[in-house]
């Protein structure tokens, strides 16, 4: 009754406040400026370094990125005659990069060879990133082993929202524009009170929902909301994104249930940090998540579009965590009974 009376009075109070905004709002209209936002000026990235007949370079398209965008690197290494050099290994975490897709090969020239080495590496982070360092180790002419450091190169990561939208490309208004009253009088009315009804029916739905999971254990709560996200047949409708929106949301949130890990708030790399932190999660299941949610950020934040096969993976993936990770009871422990006292 309390969550019904509450509903009903943010709905009224919406309706208030849509209307007094509508009498201040008297029928003055925006018209949008015909500018174009000037693109982002972008240029190849590279960094080298030079000694002892060794060379080594690594370039990359652009030094700008979006969130989640694949970055192509390639790391060559040309060494004269005489030298040996040790192919430098490229490491999973490229700073805050991730790299995949690594390949190597190595080719003689007249002056000597040339290692390439060609990788993809991405990020969710956002902002200006650098890369980790490179260590080149070769063995000169004679037979010294030596080391070069690759230095980092810097990355300018963006959201997928864009640093190109500027609020100052609207003009200011022009002056008042004739409508009829009671045509916005209606459309306010009427767009109020939709927007009120759906205010209080998604409240009303997020407590019977936060109500219901508080009274199952998190593994039967997960496995009940696996199972419906399945029902859903978000995959063969084509609704990629929504489907992994709920997967990863579902897997979240029974971490925090389960291990009590209160990160409601946190992006992919804090949550795994805190999962890292926890003394009851192996370094299996650390590493599965860690597949799992950076596979669901592929498709929520970089428009990766995976197939049919791969989303089943995912929702297997899901429910073999949660059986791994559920507690188990154990077997009960039979209580005697108590000997009659003897006389």
Request: proline content about 6%.
């Amino acid at each position: 009754m309390k969550c019904s009376g509450m509903l009903g009075t943010l709905a009224l109070a919406v309706t208030a406040s849509a209307l007094a905004v509508s009498d201040i709002l008297v029928a003055p209209a925006c018209a949008m400026a015909e500018e174009t936002a000037t693109p982002l000026a972008v240029s190849p990235l590279s960094v080298e370094v030079r000694a002892d007949g060794v060379d080594a370079r690594l370039t990359a398209p652009s030094d700008r990125v979006e969130v989640g965008e694949a970055i192509p690197f390639v790391l060559t290494v040309a060494v004269a005659r005489g030298i040996a050099l040790s192919p430098p290994t490229i490491a999973e975490s490229f700073g805050p990069f991730t790299t995949e897709a690594v390949s190597q090969s190595t080719q003689g020239t007249a002056e000597g060879s040339v290692f390439t080495c060609r990788f993809v590496a991405r990020t969710y982070e956002t902002g200006a990133l650098e890369t980790a360092p490179l260590e080149i180790a070769y063995t000169d002419a004679t037979g010294a082993t030596k080391t070069l450091t690759l230095a980092p190169a810097r990355v300018e990561v963006m959201s997928i929202v864009g640093e190109a939208f500027d609020p100052a490309v609207f003009r200011d208004i022009k002056g008042p524009i004739d409508i009829a009253t009671v045509s916005w009088w209606w459309w306010a009315l009427t767009g109020t009170g939709l927007t009120a009804a759906a205010i209080a029916g998604w409240l009303l739905w997020r407590h019977r929902r936060a109500v219901a999971a508080r009274s199952l254990p998190p593994h039967e709560w997960a496995m009940q909301s696996l199972a419906a996200l399945e029902l859903d047949g978000l995959v063969a409708k084509g609704q990629l994104h929504a489907y992994w929106v709920r997967l990863s949301d579902i897997v979240r949130q029974y971490i925090e249930r389960r291990f009590e890990i209160a990160a409601p708030e946190q992006t992919t790399k804090e949550f795994l940090a805190s999962v890292g932190n926890h003394p009851a999660i192996g370094a299996e299941h650390r590493h599965l998540l860690t597949d799992f949610l950076r596979a669901a950020d592929m498709v929520k934040f970089a428009a990766h579009q995976p197939a049919a096969t791969e989303c089943a993976r995912g929702l297997a993936a899901a429910r073999g965590f949660v059986e791994d990770t559920t507690p188990v009871e154990g077997p009960a422990v039979p209580v005697s009974a108590p000997e009659e006292a003897r006389p």
